[in-house]
């Protein structure tokens, strides 16, 4: 019998939601859907030292995941001339302490499709926010869940290759979210979820603020279910409430 993954992973100490596949990464931990061939979500713990810039050259070695069976994975050639980015899920800036660390980031597992104008303007804003929060002197550890979002009452569009031995499509999500456990050296702790649509966005982050319950029901799933006591998913947190984010 396998051993639980939830006991031998430390980013899944505080739970995570379901899933069809557990790829349990050297340091980190990704929840397959073999549905949407991408993750349902990712799980880490930044990395102590990550900071805005990288302390190892960044790895840029895009591959498939070999690990997922192949007529439930995309390749390289799914996202080639889509007008989508290979958008990292778990950032490659916030596990860079180690070259093998950092090249984990670049397995296709841990893509999505993402627009352009979103993956490299408020994707990257939040990600480099979360670096922030990671270093205030006051935060033992940040664990950081991303998910992929897809709205029901909305049509999806696909990316794929007719080329590919499969014929994979991969749908291209709504939304994202990406929900923010931070453990303050008292022992407390502090929760922002974000939610926020796979395009062009010009407003400030404390704006995709959500219910971290509403997203739950998105995404399909509890995502820190281990904390019991105060229920803190039903609480929204403020922007006044964040972190400096200048």
């Known amino acids: 019998m ?32 073999w549905y949407f ?3 349902k979500w990712v799980l ?6 990550a900071r805005f810039e990288w302390d190892v050259e960044r790895a840029d070695n895009f591959r498939a995941d070999i690990r997922v069976p192949e007529r439930f994975r995309g390749g390289l050639t799914a996202y080639k001339n889509s007008g989508f980015d290979r958008g990292h899920l778990v950032a ?11 090249s984990e980031t670049f397995l296709l597992s841990n893509m ?35 998910a992929p979002v897809f709205y029901f009452d909305r049509e999806v569009e696909t990316i794929g290759s007719e080329h590919e031995e499969y014929g994979i499509d991969i749908p291209v999500p709504h939304a994202f979210v990406k929900s923010i456990l931070a453990e303050e050296s008292s022992g407390k702790l502090k929760l922002w979820t ?31 279910d281990r904390i019991s006591g105060k229920d803190m998913h039903k609480q929204k947190s403020e922007p006044g409430e964040m972190w400096d984010l200048r």
């Open 44 to 49: 880490e713990i930044v990395n102590p030292e």
């Open 194 to 224: 974000f939610e926020m649509e796979n395009r062009e966005l010009n407003g400030d982050l404390g704006e995709y603020l959500v219910n971290t319950y509403d997203a739950e029901q998105k995404v399909g799933g509890r995502f820190w």
């Open 112 to 146: 999505s499709p993402q627009h352009p104008d979103f993956n490299r303007k408020i994707w990257r804003k939040l990600e480099k926010a979360v670096r922030k929060l990671n270093g205030r002197s006051n935060v033992l550890e940040t664990y950081v869940l991303t």
């Open 92 to 102: 490659s800036a916030n596990q860079d302490e180690l070259h093998i660390q950092n």
């Open 37 to 39: 061939r991408q993750a």
């Open 2 to 33: 396998m051993n639980d993954p939830f006991q031998m992973q430390r980013e899944m100490r505080y739970g995570a939601p379901v899933c069809d596949e557990i790829l349990a990464g050297r340091y980190f931990t990704i929840g397959y859907s």
